[in-house]
């Protein structure tokens, strides 16, 4: 009797949230991960009160409990893929030790892992399931593996980054389990190391030792920048949708209408990214998880968790600076975890390509992203070159530093910018080859079009606007 009540007890709670959802126009699982986001902060209250620098051992079980109950409240059963996964981990670990055999099969287990759960609940739209917390948690696993073999080498022997992310101990399955399923990093990152998790549940990352860090103001700033990210999306995703983007009415348009179209719902369909990592950071931050020392001037940085620059992010009328501001600590891993240690390579551009591939396979099975990444690849390529020639042809310097002129290049780069960013954007959203094809067709596959011409031009333009006495300074 107690069980059927607990059932309709269940039953009749996802049909409050369907109906809410409905109201407010999203879906039941959006809500859900909305909730479970927001749900970061009495979580980090009660950490912070109440479990600060208590027995280790109980902050790792609230870690793990908290994590699970998100994952039962946002996918039902489906949370035991990730538990499977966290336990055959720790397997790895204390079986195969600190081998390159346990890197490996870590790498090829849990990548094939979440390759399975692409191919298995692909769909042509973009869903909130179990796979997209799970992306998070693959990267966290691998980069674990790395660490813990990092710990067993000569400290001489590994670059300043590797000597700090080492993990030297050996981790307990309450370890791995509280690192992997932490709440303020779950759902949606950010990425963090098991080192820095140590030192948080330890009482480690406060700027006043001993005592609880002063977080709670930084934490509020970033929670309500991700709440008025949140309100401009909701009010411009009114007007600005995927669904109209792939209509026939957006077809019937002029080519100038099509192309603004784009680059206005390119940047309106990144605020749902920026608003979720803006405020999961709060929750790193209010926990002491973002502490991340003190500057010159001896003032506590809490930015050790953020996954956006949003000044750079707004204001950078380059494809770099977009880069550099958004999804930072994903990127940060890609570079630590895998770009760093293609060095045996011997050739930079072919470990970048090969970086931009992986993020791209990480994301997804859909070809969709792997256009995106290729389109960013060649982007940055033309923008580097462009940047250079601009620095070293005199006339080009000359025009460039014309005060006057500024604010007209400035409005220039940033319309370009934002156009092909939007562009680079469309197959990375619309997944699908018969819509994002759709969409280039008919503005006639203009950066693909206007990039490439650029990467065999602009060598042919170098030639005439830069002097041999400058290529000569530039080659000693």
Not at 150 to 176: C, F, H, I, N, W
Not at 224 to 237: E, K
Not at 359 to 381: D, K, N, P, R
Not at 452 to 463: D, G, I, M, Q, T
Request: include cysteine; glycine fraction near 8%; proline fraction near 4%.
């Amino acid at each position: 009797m107690a069980a059927a009540e607990g059932g309709t007890g269940l039953m009749w709670s996802g049909l409050s949230l369907a109906k809410a959802a409905e109201a407010l126009g999203s879906s039941e699982q959006a809500l859900r991960l909305i909730l479970s986001i927001f749900l970061g902060y009495p979580l980090a209250l009660f950490q912070r009160y109440v479990l600060f620098q208590k027995e280790i051992y109980l902050i790792h079980l609230y870690d793990t409990i908290t994590g699970l109950s998100i994952a039962y409240f946002n996918f039902g059963l489906q949370f035991f893929h990730s538990l499977l996964c966290v336990f055959i981990q720790f397997l790895i670990l204390r079986l195969m030790g600190r081998t390159v055999t346990a890197v490996c099969t870590t790498f090829c287990f849990q990548m094939a892992y979440l390759m399975a759960g692409y191919y298995f609940t692909a769909t042509e739209h973009y869903d909130i399931k179990w796979t997209m917390p799970h992306c998070v948690l693959t990267l966290k696993l691998i980069g674990l593996a790395m660490d813990y073999y990092d710990g067993g080498k000569d400290m001489e022997s590994l670059s300043p980054d590797q000597q700090r992310y080492a993990v030297r101990g050996v981790p307990t399955l309450l370890e791995v389990s509280g690192f992997s399923y932490f709440y303020g990093a779950f759902m949606v990152g950010p990425q963090f190391p098991m080192g820095q998790y140590h030192k948080l549940v330890r009482g480690e990352l406060t700027d006043v030792p001993g005592q609880r860090p002063n977080s709670f103001v930084p934490a509020l700033n970033r929670l309500f920048l991700g709440l008025f990210f949140l309100a401009l999306f909701t009010v411009a995703s009114l007007y600005v949708s995927d669904e109209y983007l792939v209509s026939d009415n957006y077809l019937e348009q002029p080519f100038w209408f099509r192309c603004l179209y784009i680059l206005v719902w390119g940047k309106v369909i990144l605020y749902k990214y920026v608003t979720c990592w803006l405020v999961m950071e709060g929750v790193c931050i209010l926990t002491g998880l973002g502490y991340n020392g003190k500057d010159e001037n001896g003032k506590p940085k809490w930015d050790a968790c953020a996954n956006m620059k949003v000044w750079l992010f707004e204001t950078t009328p380059f494809f770099t600076g977009t880069i550099a501001s958004f999804n930072i600590n994903t990127n940060a891993w890609v570079a630590r975890y895998f770009f760093k240690r293609l060095k045996f390579l011997g050739n930079k551009l072919l470990s970048q390509g090969l970086s931009l591939l992986f993020l791209a396979v990480w994301h997804g099975l859909h070809c969709g992203y792997l256009v995106c990444f290729q389109m960013e690849f060649l982007i940055v390529l033309v923008e580097r070159q462009l940047i250079n020639l601009a620095r070293d042809s005199p006339p080009l310097s000359a025009l460039a530093s014309v005060t006057v002129l500024r604010p007209l290049f400035y409005v220039l780069q940033q319309t370009v910018h934002l156009m092909f960013m939007g562009y680079s954007l469309v197959p990375f959203c619309l997944f699908t080859w018969e819509k994002w094809i759709k969409v280039y067709s008919s503005i006639y596959f203009l950066g693909h079009v206007l990039y490439f011409s650029l990467l065999f031009v602009l060598p042919y333009v170098r030639r005439v606007l830069v002097p041999r006495r400058e290529k000569l300074k530039k080659a000693e």
